[in-house]
Nanobody, 126 residues
Framework: QVQLVESGGGLVQAGDSLRLSCAASGRTFSADAMAWFRQTPGNEREFVAS?????????SYADSVKGRFTISRDNAKNSVYLQMNSLKPDDTAVYYCAAAHDTIVAGRALGAYRYWGQGTQVTVSS
């Protein structure tokens, strides 16, 4: 059974940093694209960042986080990370880890990802 488990969320102040982690089990995702999405109540889940499979040569970011967030992966740990700096109240959301299936570059669409974590809450106070 494939599981993605996020961790690292919490309550921080504007300008602070957080590092989210996503540990995968039940399948090796070294060759697969992985991504982070986020969602606020009443809104659709939105793309945050993605990273290509293998060495993660290709990354993509939402305009709202570009220059502040960095996605990375550690294939030896079957994990993906999201370093979030200069956090803003607008970054408050539940953050979800996602993984594609047999896809090296998956893009920004929700439908491109087969596996999802349960989410971790990030709250940024002003």
């Amino acid at each position: 059974q494939v599981q993605l488990v996020e961790s690292g969320g919490g309550l921080v102040q504007a300008g602070d940093s957080l590092r989210l982690s996503c540990a995968a089990s039940g399948r090796t995702f070294s060759a697969d694209a992985m991504a982070w999405f986020r969602q606020t109540p009443g809104n659709e889940r939105e793309f945050v960042a993605s990273i290509s499979g293998w060495r993660g040569a290709f990354t993509s970011y939402a305009d709202s986080v570009k220059g502040r967030f960095t996605i990375s992966r550690d294939n030896a740990k079957n994990s993906v990370y999201l370093q979030m700096n200069s956090l803003k109240p607008d970054d408050t959301a539940v953050y979800y880890c996602a993984a594609a299936h047999d896809t090296i570059v998956a893009g920004r669409a929700l439908g491109a990802y087969r596996y999802w974590g349960q989410g971790t809450q990030v709250t940024v106070s002003s």
